[in-house]
């Protein structure tokens, strides 16, 4: 334990992936961060440089937006290094911090997405008080508590993995340092820690996501039992949106934890990629998706585009 500091990780990123398709995936991986930074960072941009966007729903989607650059420029060059360059090997202390914010930036995306299903529940249940009740400020105040709670809930978990000592193989089978994958490597008994990360994986998954159906469900409820307002239809037409991501990021995760809960097995080249598939792909599409289907955005969008290239507005409108 006196070396643990000076222990060094190798990430192996796909174990059995044949080295001619090295160069493929890599160029892949690369691609998947280009855009995802570039979608996220132009998501980020407009909400911050346009004032008609400075609105609670555009300042949680900020949020979410600047939480998935963090998480992928903590990641993915790294992993891409390690194709590249060979350089696949990281200090215990980077490997430790990065477990920290991948999770640490995997809860924030589930809390924020939770918040989103509040911001639109109270926007379709109560039109004539959700300006008095969801305010920029109030927005502002709960987005930094729920970076903090997940930073805190992360600082335990990575704290309690760097006190077991990594004495045999220290080779991560993963693109990057995660629970399962790091966990397998310590000497010593991890039961109460397997335990434990899997019981603090479902309270943030499980936890938002019921508080996420329960209120659709009444939002759906509101929606059917009104006469349809344009305000309403509105409001109704974003949650359409919020579902998408809730899909995309819920789904796959549910069903990964439990499968691994229930001893399903799958092989490590299959696990990682389903983890990158459902880690990544949520990245990509959600500013994407956000840019497509919310019309204020959108419009703001095709301004820019009109002015800077002459682009007509009708080739540019996205019906």
């Known amino acids: 334990m006196a070396n643990q500091s000076d222990a060094m990780f190798v990430l192996v990123g ?21 855009t995802s930074l570039s979608a996220n960072s132009m998501v980020v941009l407009l909400v911050v440089w346009k004032e008609h966007l400075h609105q609670p ?3 949680i989607i900020m949020n979410l937006a600047l939480s998935d650059i ?12 390690k194709y590249w360059f060979g350089a696949g090997t990281m200090m ?32 379709i249940s109560r039109p004539l008080r959700y300006p008095t009740i969801i305010t920029n400020k109030r927005t502002i105040i709960i987005c930094i508590f729920l970076w903090f709670l997940a930073a805190l809930v992360s600082l335990i978990n ?15 089978n993963n693109c990057f340092c995660v629970n399962m994958a790091v966990m397998v490597l310590a000497c010593g ?8 990360v899997f019981y603090m994986a479902m309270t943030v998954l499980l936890g938002p996501l019921c508080y996420i159906i329960i209120s659709y469900v009444f939002i759906i409820v509101k929606v059917c039992s009104s006469v349809r307002t344009e305000g309403l ?30 001893n399903i097995v799958f092989s490590l080249d299959i696990s990682v990629l389903l983890l990158c598939l459902y880690t990544y792909l949520p990245h990509v599409l959600s500013p994407i998706i956000y840019c497509l289907r919310t019309q204020e955005i959108r419009q703001v969008i095709g301004r820019v585009l009109t002015k800077k290239f002459g682009i007509k507005k009708n080739e540019i409108s996205i019906h």
């Open 14 to 34: 796909f174990p059995g992936l044949p080295e001619m398709y090295h160069t493929g995936v890599s160029c892949i991986l690369f691609l998947v961060y280009v």
């Open 57 to 59: 729903m555009y300042i």
């Open 70 to 81: 963090l998480f992928d420029t903590i990641t993915l060059p790294k992993i891409i290094a």
């Open 92 to 123: 215990f202390s980077a490997c430790m911090f990065q477990l920290f914010c991948v999770h640490s930036l995997g809860s924030v995306d589930s809390f924020v997405i939770m918040f989103m299903a509040v911001d639109r529940y109270v926007a």
């Open 158 to 172: 990575a704290a309690w993995h760097a006190r077991f000592p990594y004495c045999g193989s220290r080779k991560v």
């Open 189 to 196: 008994d991890i039961s109460l820690l397997n335990q434990t």
């Open 233 to 262: 239809q509105k409001a109704f037409y974003t949650c359409v949106t919020h579902l998408f991501v809730i899909t995309m990021y819920y789904g796959p995760r549910v069903f990964v934890y439990n499968a691994y809960r229930f």
